[in-house]
């Protein structure tokens, strides 16, 4: 598959989940199991479009055309965070989890590392639309820098 293709088919599955989501919640809202297993999949859809446009960008892609795979990240980073609520931890469900305590008992810290995120990837879309190669490459290895820091503290490897 292509960088664009997968990163297409992530941001239309994450669109299908967050429309179940939506549906479900008018009905009732999902259990904490159903929300690790929806924090799991838009992690691994982060870590598909990262992916996708590290690829572009190193095939000499135009930055200006990755800017709704930037999007993308910046509106999940937003999302981050709501998606690690009370009674989600470790032990807590019957879904796995790699999310470490101080998620919950650091949660300043975490939303802080969070809001990191997502102002790094706020601007990697802002340097797309301007069409910055450069500062899109700089900015990109940033928004890796923000995502491993949290990793680093808040995630069990």
Same mark, same amino acid.
């Given at each position: 598959m292509t960088g664009r293709?997968?990163?297409?088919?992530?941001?239309? /599955?994450?669109?299908?989940?967050?429309?179940?989501?939506?549906? *479900?919640?008018?009905? %009732?809202? &999902?259990?904490?199991?159903?929300? /690790?297993?929806?924090r799991q999949a838009s992690?691994?859809? %982060?870590?598909?479009?990262?992916?996708?446009?590290?690829?572009?960008l190193d095939g000499g /892609?135009?930055?200006?055309? +990755?800017?709704?795979?930037? =999007?993308?990240? %910046?509106?999940?980073? *937003?999302? +981050? &965070?709501?998606?690690?609520?009370?009674?989600?931890?470790?032990?807590?469900?019957?879904?796995?989890? @790699?999310?470490?305590?101080?998620?919950?008992?650091?949660?300043?810290?975490?939303?802080?590392?969070?809001?990191?995120?997502?102002? *790094?990837?706020?601007?990697? $879309?802002? +340097? %797309?639309? $301007?069409?910055?190669? &450069?500062?899109?490459? $700089?900015?990109?290895? +940033? /928004?890796?820098?923000?995502?491993?820091?949290? =990793?680093?503290?808040? @995630?069990?490897?």
């Amino acid at each position: 598959m292509t960088g664009r293709f997968t990163a297409i088919l992530c941001a239309g /599955v994450a669109t299908l989940a967050l429309a179940a989501m939506a549906e *479900a919640e008018t009905a %009732s809202a &999902p259990t904490p199991a159903q929300v /690790v297993k929806a924090r799991q999949a838009s992690l691994d859809m %982060s870590a598909v479009t990262f992916g996708a446009i590290k690829q572009a960008l190193d095939g000499g /892609v135009d930055v200006s055309k +990755l800017g709704f795979q930037a =999007h993308a990240l %910046s509106l999940w980073a *937003a999302a +981050l &965070p709501t998606m690690f609520p009370a009674g989600t931890g470790q032990g807590q469900t019957a879904s796995e989890t @790699k999310a470490k305590p101080e998620v919950w008992s650091n949660r300043t810290g975490f939303e802080a590392r969070a809001a990191d995120y997502a102002a *790094a990837t706020a601007k990697l $879309a802002d +340097l %797309s639309k $301007a069409g910055d190669t &450069p500062g899109f490459t $700089a900015q990109l290895a +940033l /928004v890796k820098k923000t995502c491993d820091a949290c =990793h680093s503290d808040f @995630k069990e490897r």
